[in-house]
């Protein structure tokens, strides 16, 4: 499990800290706007901190969402077969727009290229 707090940087053109959430299941979110990484790790045993980038996504507010961003994935493992444990990061965004949440998704989405963003 990631520790919870702990945070991690994404972004290559402009760079945007998110705050690690731990797993998908115990997400608690914050009330809020922002963004989100939902990532996991394909590595657990040899490189235990290293996560990979499966989705990235926006939030009117997390509180909101939380409970159908869980069941989509959920769902998602279910249908690619995954028993993979997923994890939650977070960058809040207080007084943005949609607008601005959506052009940092779509930016991190081009440089990452998440699987399930396609």
């Given at each position: 499990?990631?520790?919870?707090?702990?945070?991690?940087?994404?972004?290559?053109?402009q760079?945007?800290?998110?705050?690690?959430?731990g797993?998908?299941n115990?997400?608690r979110?914050e009330?809020?706007?922002g963004?989100?990484?939902?990532t996991?790790?394909?590595?657990?045993e040899?490189?235990?901190?290293a996560h990979?980038?499966?989705y990235?996504?926006?939030a009117?507010?997390f509180?909101a969402?939380?409970p159908?961003i869980r069941?989509d994935?959920?769902?998602?493992c279910?249908?690619h077969g995954s028993d993979?444990?997923?994890f939650?990061?977070c960058?809040?965004m207080?007084?943005s727009?949609?607008?601005e949440r959506s052009n940092?998704?779509?930016q991190?989405?081009?440089e990452?290229?998440?699987?399930a963003?396609h």
């Open positions: 499990m990631s520790a919870l707090g702990t945070t991690v940087t994404f972004g290559k053109r760079k945007m800290t998110f705050r690690s959430e797993t998908l115990e997400w979110p009330a809020g706007p963004i989100y990484a939902i996991y790790k394909r590595d657990a040899g490189k235990p901190k990979t980038v499966l990235f996504g926006d009117d507010n509180t969402q939380a159908s069941q994935f959920q769902q998602w279910k249908e993979i444990e997923l939650v990061f960058h809040p207080p007084s727009s949609k607008y940092l998704t779509r991190l989405v081009m990452y290229d998440p699987q963003n």
